[in-house]
């Protein structure tokens, strides 16, 4: 063994000998608290027994008995050859949302540069997506990535892949986190993607899992909660009700992330995902600029209509006292698009003032689903606009 082995080493070595051992990622978050990992590699039973009386058994036993099996050396060696980064729980760099979910990582394993931005938005979706999802998701992760925003997804088939080949033209970049060993690629069709993702300047891949740990159908839940845990929004582009995507969103929401959907084709089975969380209260997209708008992002367009707006306020300052008095009183002017007569009537509750959802179906005395559709609609005609916290203004 060489005279200094850094710690990230050890924890390496101890995360692959318990990798398969019931509430490993709790145990290690809290051995990493209290003690060190060479503390741990070089105990004896009777230490461990003395410092340690709360570690069970099974582990003190793996311990024991497989350390003797790893050549530490050997570990450094590949780790450094494949160029692999381990960030553990404790360090400074691990990212503060990732730390706020229920049970993150204890370890993380990366291979790019690690991207932590303020604002980082996890896109996910089917892996059987068809020409328009695919479309959809790669058109918007290249927006999110002008707009300077990472694009955390799962390297997938489908939805994840499309997500990530938009954001890699761009420099905002992209996160891709596995559901295997940071030393493979799943799936293999993937491998030239991966390769693309780790030399954009702001290219990483990322996973929970010990080094050489095979893809497994348990892994991919696990890995889904971290690309919600990783974003402060998360965009669902064709999902089945009953899916790997729909799953990640029901995450998000109990992790407290915002949620939006990209609408589809009424008959499309991969349009029922975001079809029912739009009725359950998520917000329509068509564009980044709409998820960018919620976080107070905005493009210079719209600047410049704000400046047009004023322009517009000034002359009305300069119309007479009575005429100004009046235009205080009369209704917004009539949309120049069919609205029916529901429509009409939940846009007349929208001013210049947010007004919440919640508030909205109350004095509209409709059922959340039916309002969410008229919203949507609404929204998609120009005539309100989603702020931060599930509140509408009106815009038309």
């Known amino acids: ?63 024991l008995f497989e350390r003797r099996r790893y050549d530490l050396n050997k570990i450094e060696a590949y780790i450094q050859k494949n160029q692999i980064h381990i960030l553990l729980f404790h360090d400074a760099l691990y990212p503060s949302l990732l730390k706020e979910i229920h049970q993150p990582p204890a370890i993380l394993y990366y291979k790019g540069k690690f991207i932590n931005e303020p604002l980082q938005i996890g896109m996910v979706g089917s892996r059987n997506a068809d020409g328009y999802g695919l479309r959809a998701a790669e058109t918007i992760g290249a927006q999110f990535s002008q707009a300077n925003v990472p694009v955390v997804s799962g390297l997938a088939k489908g939805i994840d892949a499309a997500a990530h080949k938009g954001a890699i033209t761009h420099q905002g970049g992209t996160i891709a986190v596995q559901g295997c060993g940071i030393d493979q690629v799943y799936p293999k069709e993937n491998k030239k993607l991966a390769e693309e993702i780790l030399a954009h300047e702001k290219g990483c ?59 589809g084709e009424l008959y499309n089975p ?7 969380l739009l009725k359950e209260g998520a917000q329509m997209i068509t564009c980044a600029e709409d998820v960018l708008a919620s976080y107070g992002i905005h493009k210079e367009a719209k600047k410049k209509s704000r400046k047009s707006n004023k322009s517009e306020a000034k002359n009305e300052n300069n119309a007479k006292p009575e005429e100004q008095q009046m235009t205080l009183f009369q209704a917004p002017p009539t949309p120049d698009v069919p609205l029916t007569s529901e429509e009409e009537r939940v846009l007349g509750l929208f001013t210049t003032e947010p007004l919440s959802i919640e508030e909205a ?36």
């Open 361 to 396: 179906a109350y004095l509209a005395k409709l059922p959340m689903s039916e309002l969410m559709a008229i919203l949507s609609m609404l929204e998609l005609y120009g005539l309100i606009e989603p702020m931060v916290g599930r509140k509408y203004i009106r815009i038309g």
């Open 1 to 63: 063994m060489t005279e200094y082995m850094t710690e990230e080493i050890y924890w390496a070595a101890l995360h692959k000998i318990w990798e398969n051992k019931q509430n490993s990622g709790r145990i290690l978050r809290e051995l990493l608290q209290h003690t060190t990992g060479e503390f741990l590699w070089k105990a004896s039973a009777l230490t461990l027994d003395q410092h340690l009386p709360d570690l069970p058994a099974e582990y003190k036993q793996a311990l």
């Open 270 to 276: 991969l349009s029922e995902g975001p079809h029912q």
């Open 205 to 263: 891949i990322l996973t929970e899992f010990p080094i050489g740990s095979e893809p497994a159908a348990w892994h991919f839940p696990m890995r889904n909660r971290i690309i919600s845990g990783l974003s402060q929004g998360v965009v669902i582009v064709q999902a089945a009700r009953k899916s790997g995507a729909y799953i990640t969103v029901e995450t998000a929401l109990e992790q407290g992330r915002d949620v939006f959907a990209v609408p």
